[in-house]
């Protein structure tokens, strides 16, 4: 009994030693040490992204370089010497004013946004249309199938036709090439994508007035037999005049460009003067564009605000015109600024507010 | 019995007119139309991004001149400046498109964009400006070529660039201002001309402080100053030319008489001073290449402070011909002088504006001194400032803004150039080495 107990023991002993050490003193080779590198994780649209071809982008558009610099003939500055701090008289230094930047060119300006109107032509070469290759050989195929432009697709299962038709070869388009031709060795062929936004629809051109169609010509009535003859009543005067009134009013044309809906409320005028008026900055007009007078016509949407493009110089009066044309653009700034979330017009005028000519006056608003 | 029927008929037409829902109004057939009177008078927002640089070498005139650009826009009163903390869209090239709605998110109502280019040793400036809410450029884009050094220019010419394509009207950023430099105790004062920018930059002295020297003026083409010494002992007028700092005395005037408050013809070639004799100070003409003058006024009283119209047909000067210090207008030739100024108080200096519309002049009323401008014809009278002390006002360029004196009262007190708007807004004082007066404003350097 005494000696079972002292062989488990050693025997325990011994494993807790090979577990302990066993594995360090008998390892014949180090382990492989790990090569950590840095992953990144992609999106779908990400990988698509990269998987894709490289499209030039709008952003990329420039309509013209800007013109290089050329030298400037401008004189070199005379030296100026240090103003001395102390009251002590002195010899003057040099006043040479600083050499003055000359303005040499202009710059066209930057290429808008995608899908503003007027783009520039777009003078990005188009890429060629890719070659595809195919990841993998494709297998050879059981037959020689003839390149043709046109696919032809395979009969189907040959019947035994009375007459003998010719059997037309197996033929597809071309799939895949042996060699990448960059776009640099062959011509561009067409744009992949739209060179220039598609420029909006015109707003379409007010309806001509329809002339109100005069009333056709009724059928005669089919005869009725003729009545009885009775004492024909007295015809009330009244109603004979009631009836010609309707008849004038009811057949009295409506005028051409006549508004729908109720006319705005003199509140509503109000309102929306009032909101132009707390967007129209004339404290940085010149004092001649202070003096003039300009009315700027524009269109309306249905959500009450101004239609880009539509803001224009109707007339002005009082300054020149490049007074007037500083004094307009002030105003296309207050139309603009304080419509941008709408003017809040009742919907149901909106014929009457539909176009919109405002009278901007200074008047008042001289050296205040 | 048709009498009768007609009028029924009539009647019932007219009630139905009124009252038949079918017949629409006809009030309005046209555009609607409203008359806009009542506006506001704020500084215009606008966004200035730092400056694109090109070139490594180009990095810190970029900042730079970003920073003049909008310390002339913001210095006029006329526009805000949006920091550039809250600005959404960032420019990070020139040529890349404009992100509208982001500047008008923040309510920029101008952008400028830019970017600075070295090249051997050359500055390229190049800029454009954006109407925000019109989503259009204001003008072309440019470009200014000169040397590193001149970058300040530069700037001032980007500036008044912007500043004219919005207001209307020239800038006046690139510009000089002579004026005397004032040093040490109030009963010992050292006076000095000295010249710099029109915003207090690159300061230099003309003169030593040996001689008192007054009254400085500029030529109409900025290349000359006439002023006023007392190099010989006695005043004397004085012609200096702003490249080599050479200067002469206009003429040679007899021992005991005195010449002072000159100042140019419009066309440069000339130059009108007062002159005492006798006791007696009258106004006369000279040409600048030597010549006899030609005596103006006549009368025993003082006349003094000439300026002419733009047009140089008339002129402008004071005169206490009547007991008190007075403007009076005549034509430039000579002729009956006509007196503009009919308030009450003493007015003097007067100076035409560069435009002709308005006359700037000095006041003194009730123990108080005032800038003002008044129309030609002596009428719009306007008070600008008010102070213990203000005289001397010059004219910018543009005829929008004037400089002017303003001495502070008392023991201490000391003489410091200001600007203001002839709205009488935009009231600062102009950063100045030390104490300044009697400045005068070149015309546009370019």
């Given at each position: 009994m005494r000696r079972s107990l002292y062989a488990s023991t050693a025997l325990h002993a011994v494993a807790l030693v090979w577990v302990a050490f066993g594995d360090a003193v008998l390892r014949d080779s180090p382990e492989p040490e790990f090569e950590v590198t840095g992953v990144t994780l992609l999106s779908t649209a990400e990988f698509e992204a990269l998987t894709t071809a490289v499209e030039p982008t709008p952003v990329a558009v420039q309509t013209s370089p800007a013109p290089a610099p050329r030298p400037a003939p401008t004189p070199e500055p005379d030296p100026e010497p240090a103003p001395p701090p102390e009251p002590e008289p002195e010899p003057a230094p040099q006043p040479e004013p600083m050499p003055p930047g000359e303005v040499t060119d202009t710059i066209a300006p930057p290429a808008p946004l995608s899908g503003a109107p007027d783009l520039p032509p777009d003078t990005t070469p188009t890429p060629r249309a890719a070659d595809r290759i195919a990841p993998v050989p494709t297998p050879a195929p059981e037959e020689d199938v003839a390149v043709a432009p046109e696919a032809t697709p395979e009969t189907a299962d040959p019947q035994p036709a009375e007459?003998?038709?010719?059997?037309?070869?197996?033929a597809?388009?071309?799939?895949?090439?042996?060699?990448?031709?960059?776009?640099?060795?062959?011509?561009?062929?067409?744009?992949?994508?739209?060179?220039?936004?598609?420029?909006?629809?015109?707003?379409?051109?007010?309806?001509?007035?329809?002339?109100?169609?005069?009333?056709?010509?009724?059928?005669?009535?089919?005869?009725?037999?003729?009545?009885?003859?009775?004492?024909?009543?007295?015809?009330?005067?009244?109603?004979?005049?009631?009836?010609?009134?309707?008849?004038?009013?009811?057949?009295?044309?409506?005028?051409?460009?006549?508004?729908?809906?109720?006319?705005l409320t003199s509140a509503a005028r109000e309102g929306f003067r009032v909101a132009v008026s707390a967007c129209w900055n004339v404290g940085s007009l010149s004092n001649e564009a202070q003096r003039t007078t300009v009315v700027v016509g524009f269109d309306m949407s249905r959500e009450g605000r101004p239609v880009d493009g539509t803001l224009r110089?109707?007339?002005?009066?009082?300054?020149?015109?490049?007074?007037?044309?500083?004094?307009?653009?002030?105003?296309?700034?207050?139309?603009?600024?304080?419509?941008?979330?709408?003017?809040?017009?009742?919907?149901?005028?909106?014929?009457?507010?539909?176009?919109?000519e405002l009278v901007f006056n200074p008047e008042g608003m001289r050296l205040r | 019995m048709l009498t009768r029927r007609s009028l029924i008929r009539s009647t019932a037409a007219l009630t139905?007119?009124?009252?038949?829902?079918?017949?629409?109004?006809?009030?309005?057939?046209?555009?609607?139309?409203?008359?806009?009177?009542?506006?506001?008078?704020?500084?215009?927002?606008?966004?200035v991004p730092r400056f694109i640089a090109r070139n490594g070498g180009a990095a810190d005139a970029a900042a730079d001149i970003t920073r003049v650009i909008a310390a002339d826009l913001r210095g006029t009163g006329l526009f805000r400046q949006i920091p550039e903390s809250a600005h959404i869209s960032s420019v990070t090239a020139f040529d890349a498109p404009v992100q509208y709605n982001d500047w008008q998110a923040i309510n920029a109502q101008a952008l400028i964009v830019g970017e600075v280019e070295e090249s051997g040793g050359r500055l390229i400036v190049r800029f454009r400006l954006f109407d925000v809410f019109s989503q259009q450029p204001l003008g072309e884009g440019l470009q200014f070529v000169g040397p590193r050094e001149g970058w300040r220019r530069m700037a001032h010419n980007v500036a008044d660039q912007v500043y004219e394509r919005i207001t209307g009207e020239g800038g006046y950023f690139d510009t000089r201002v002579v004026f005397i430099h004032e040093e040490g105790p109030k009963n010992a004062r050292l006076k000095r001309l000295a010249i710099m920018d029109y915003d207090g930059a690159n300061v230099q002295f003309l003169t030593d402080s040996r001689s008192l020297v007054l009254a400085p003026r500029f030529s109409p083409t900025g290349d000359r100053i006439i002023y006023t010494s007392y190099e010989s002992g006695q005043p004397r007028v004085y012609l200096m030319d702003v490249a080599t700092v050479t200067r002469r005395p206009l003429e040679a005037i007899s021992a005991g008489d005195m010449s002072f408050s000159p100042r140019f013809t419009p066309d440069g070639g000339s130059v009108v001073f007062s002159m005492a004799q006798g006791?007696?100070?009258?106004?006369?003409?000279?040409?600048?290449?030597?010549?006899?003058?030609?005596?103006?006024?006549?009368a025993?009283?003082?006349?003094?402070?000439?300026?002419?119209?733009?047009?140089?047909?008339?002129?402008?000067?004071?005169?206490?011909?009547?007991?008190?210090?007075?403007?009076?207008?005549?034509?430039?030739?000579?002729?009956?002088?006509?007196?503009?100024?009919?308030?009450?108080?003493r007015y003097g200096t007067p100076v035409w504006s560069p435009r002709g519309d308005y006359i700037a002049f000095t006041k003194q009323e009730a123990g108080r001194f005032h800038i003002g401008v008044m129309r030609t014809n002596g009428s719009e009278e306007r008070l600008l400032t008010a102070s213990f002390l203000d005289e001397g006002p010059t004219w910018a360029p543009n005829g929008r803004v004037l400089m002017f004196t303003r001495e502070t009262a008392g023991a201490d007190g000391a003489p410091a150039v200001y600007s203001v708007d002839i709205s009488g807004r935009n009231l600062q004082r102009v950063a100045t080495p030390g104490m300044a007066s009697d400045p005068s404003w070149s015309p546009r350097l370019t």
């Open positions: 007459t003998p038709v010719e059997q037309e070869e197996v597809a388009p071309e799939e895949a090439t042996t060699e990448i031709v960059t776009e640099a060795e062959t011509p561009s062929g067409g744009p992949l994508g739209p060179i220039a936004s598609i420029r909006p629809p015109t707003r379409p051109a007010r309806p001509e007035p329809v002339e109100t169609a005069a009333p056709a010509p009724q059928p005669d009535p089919a005869p009725a037999p003729e009545p009885e003859p009775e004492p024909a009543p007295e015809p009330d005067p009244l109603a004979a005049a009631i009836a010609s009134a309707v008849a004038d009013a009811v057949t009295d044309p409506a005028p051409p460009a006549q508004p729908s809906g109720p006319p110089l109707v007339s002005y009066e009082g300054g020149s015109q490049s007074a007037a044309q500083q004094a307009f653009e002030a105003a296309r700034r207050a139309i603009l600024r304080c419509g941008a979330n709408g003017y809040g017009l009742p919907a149901e005028s909106y014929d009457h507010w539909r176009q919109v | 139905l007119a009124s009252s038949l829902p079918l017949v629409p109004a006809r009030a309005q057939t046209g555009p609607l139309r409203l008359e806009i009177t009542e506006g506001v008078i704020e500084p215009l927002p606008f966004a006791g007696n100070t009258d106004i006369f003409r000279v040409s600048v290449g030597g010549g006899a003058r030609t005596q103006l006024t006549s025993p009283s003082i006349e003094t402070a000439p300026s002419f119209s733009p047009d140089g047909s008339q002129m402008v000067f004071e005169s206490d011909r009547t007991g008190g210090q007075q403007i009076y207008v005549m034509p430039a030739g000579g002729g009956e002088p006509q007196r503009i100024s009919r308030g009450t108080g």
